[in-house]
């Protein structure tokens, strides 16, 4: 049995061009292609490196000599005749065989989906959750300010139209997990975002004066205050922090690196997921929403009301079109939902 | 590209040998996959034994005048400093909550172990690669990294980092003249006006891409984080959204492939192993960024599967880039007595993303 490749002598990068020969009584021969005697070692003192694609394998000799060779089923075929075991045999007959590499794709997959479905939002509730006081307050804090700087200003109502709505987001919160002590009302002009409503995760609610003023009943007001109580409660909006900054920490574990693809490829799905809440958040802040107002005694449809006035004045006549990639759901889809809601709580 | 072939020096025969990558793609994908499936069958365990075939992947697949490179570490090295390195991680988690004050000695903690990490992990991947049966070694110190990455960025600020070109040759410097071959010095030398001239370009390139990013970025301010119920934004804004930032993304990401091209070339281009073994790098800034643009959109389309593609495509051209201008053979050299050491500055920094390369 023979393979041919090369030969360095103890510690040296000195190539000599060689081949191994493996005689009956499991001694390796190594001679040269002029036929000298390099040396020869018992076979059970050879160690192999574990084959892997095409790669040359290298058997590691006693003493620091290294014999090295592109002829991996020769070498195999060495290890079987001396009744050795071949490191990692197992797994390249994984990575060569394609029913195994369609499995593994199957199963990495399927893993990833779960993961990417089930498990993130699951992480992200928890740490979302565990986050305590001091940094809540702190991101909220940071967050208000980036919002004051960009895109609201300083509200222009009147003092008895916000003690008016004050006095509504009590009542309200009265009824939150945290009661009335437990959140913040602020408002503020909406500028280009015109009538609109905000939570920060530290409970504070804020207004924008364009959103009080198309407001025509108290009712609707309290529910977008139930709405964003409920928003605040669940640490939504946290949530959505911690699941964008999970991604690029499971793309650097899958890949196994963490170079400037992982860079590249955090931001797009961050800026598809900031645009809105997921589906499933606006959902359940409407439900918590309808139950806040069966305990007040007020009309938990009435936000929907309001939301189809909001597509009204911001996106023109016709309301705002179908949501898009489906991570919001139409203002029409609530509106109905809140209307059942409602009809099956009387 | 660099060719191979031999021309007549003054004092004897000169050869060029071109590093050359012999893997490909598809070979590289059924490893990826397979490291994959067993890593989270095994939840997690494998990955020491994944990271090991396919770093011995990489190293063994990227040949030198006919010879191949090869990886050495062990697994179960690796595992123990990956547990160590989750470890720290989780006692940074659990103690961050008790209070800031806790948060500042962490952050004091890694500034001042930093330097360690990275000279370990410097250390580890050198002494784990050989290449015909010589190991290389890295003989940088900790003081040596901790003036390179802490001292003279500190003093690069206090000159408004107008002297941060000469911070980058520094780090060069480190990196390249403290790795060693068979005991064998590796030397590069450049002007600070080279090394200037690239940031200056740079910095042109950088103030046209301003122009075209602030008028895009005045119009991509409208929709900030939205909360509230009932908006949306219309189809088109977010994809006129999506279209800007990543034209911005990609311009900001041109220029500093730009800068990290130009100055490997002068580090690695102006390098000389045991004074007459000289190096040559002629990276090009414009087909990197092509390579890196194409692989990232490519790896989004596919959700994550192009990935072994990519990453062979940006390995071989990087390979075919570089080459040995070799003053003999390549027999002179002898492995030196290095003793072997663990992996856990090595898991810890890359953890913590601080792999540090050229």
Redesign the interface.
Known sequence: MKVSG?Y?PS?????IAAHAELSQDAVLTITAEDGAILTAVPFKDVRA?SR?????R?LDLPG???F?TSDNDGVDAMFRAAGLLRRGAF?HR???SLR??A???L??TI??TAIIVYGFPAAARWLAY?T?R??LAAISEQ?LS??DR??LGPSRLTATERAKAKLLFDRVAAVAANGRNGYRLLFRNGN????????LPDGTIIVTDQ?CRLVKRNDELEG?FG??LA?ANRRH?LQMVYEDSLIPVA????????S??TQ??S??PA??I????SRGF?LQ??DDSVTMMRHIGADPSA?GD??LR??KT??GKDG??P??LGS?PA?TE?VARLRTLANSSR | MLRTGTTAGGGGTKALHTLEFRGTGSEFFRIWIVNLALTIATLGIYSAWAKVRTTRYFRGNTFLAGHPFDYHASPIRILIGRFIAVLVLLGYGVTERISPTVVVLWATLFLFITPWLLVSSLRFSARNTSYRNVRLNFVGTISGAARVYILLPVLSLLTLFTTWPLVHRARDYYYVNNHTFGGKPFRTQFSGWSIYAIYLTALGLLLGVGIVAGAMITLMTFPVVRFGPGSQPTAEAIAFLICAYLTVFFLLAAVRIFVHAMATNLAIGNAVLDGHHELRSNLGAMPLAWIIATNTILTFLTLGLFYPWARVRLVRYQASCVALLAASDLDEFTSEVIATQGAIGEEIATFFDLGISL
């Open positions: 090369t360095f510690k040296s990068s000195r190539a490196s892997l694609g095409k790669l040359y290298c620091g000599a290294h090295e797994i994984l990575e060569s195994w590499v499995v593994a794709v199963l990495a893993s990833a565990e305590p001091p940094v967050t980036t919002m960009l895109s280009s975002l015109g009538p609109n409503a905000f939570s959103l977008v709405h964003e928003h909006s793309i650097a574990l899958i890949t196994g690196d963490a400037q693809f590249i490829a931001v797009l800026m598809l900031q645009s809105s809440y606006e802040a409407d936000l309001l939301l909001m597509d911001l996106c705002c079109r949501s898009w919001h203002t609530r």
